[in-house]
């Protein structure tokens, strides 16, 4: 019998990074925030044996154990715990029925994808004052698992992924200042281009 070749993993980062083509509806937004909070201080703790807890997560959402943990040798500390708090998102019995037909090893690459939330929003701000940076949190980790969240549509949860996103709003940033950059330049040269004018006039005089 031939082995089932296992699914490529999803680009790291790629949910974050780039429109969705489409989602499925998942749990409401309020309630994956709410256990975004209630993240037990223990999964946050680089002591945590981390395939461990990404099983039995996967087990609770009804999915078998993912056949590939390769990918889990190379992870940083951050993108570590990161993955550990996606885990515990997924670990909800009553979302299970939301994830489609995704294996394992789909869901395994969709909290990677996740975990390098923390390359644009450190850890410490996914639990801090700020309720926006929870949105955020919760927002990535549905668009990652190819969900929006119940009562909204595609394109509303799209916009407010782009109003809500740390590095979707530092890339709009940087295209501005690159954009006022350029118009700065050009004026800079339409002056000097109209002194010169000036001056070559006056000696003509």
């Not at 296992?6 to 309020?30: N, W, Y």
């Not at 390769?70 to 550990?84: N, V």
Request: charged share 25%.
């Amino acid at each position: 019998m031939t082995p089932r070749a296992t699914p490529p993993a999803a680009p790291a980062g790629a949910p974050l990074d780039r429109p969705l083509p489409g989602t499925d509806v998942g749990p409401p937004l309020t309630a994956v925030v709410a256990r975004l909070l209630r993240t037990p201080a223990e999964v946050r703790s680089p002591d945590v044996v981390t395939r461990a807890l990404l099983a039995d997560a996967l087990e609770l959402a009804g999915r078998r154990p993912a056949r590939d943990w390769s990918p889990l040798g190379s992870l940083s500390i951050a993108h570590r715990l990161a993955l550990q708090v996606g885990a515990w998102l997924l670990a909800e019995r009553a979302w299970s029925t939301q994830l489609g037909r995704r294996s394992g090893d789909e869901v395994l690459a969709s909290l990677l994808a996740f975990a390098t939330l923390v390359d644009a929003l450190p850890l410490a701000q996914w639990f801090g004052d700020d309720p926006d940076r929870q949105e955020e949190v919760a927002r990535a980790w549905l668009r990652c698992l190819g969900l929006r969240p119940r009562d909204e549509t595609h394109d509303v949860a799209e916009d407010a992924w782009a109003a809500t996103s740390t590095s979707r709003r530092g890339e709009a940033l940087r295209r501005a200042a690159v954009e006022q950059a350029r118009a700065d330049e050009l004026a800079r040269r339409l002056t000097e281009k109209r002194a010169r004018e000036a001056a070559a006039q006056y000696t003509h005089v």
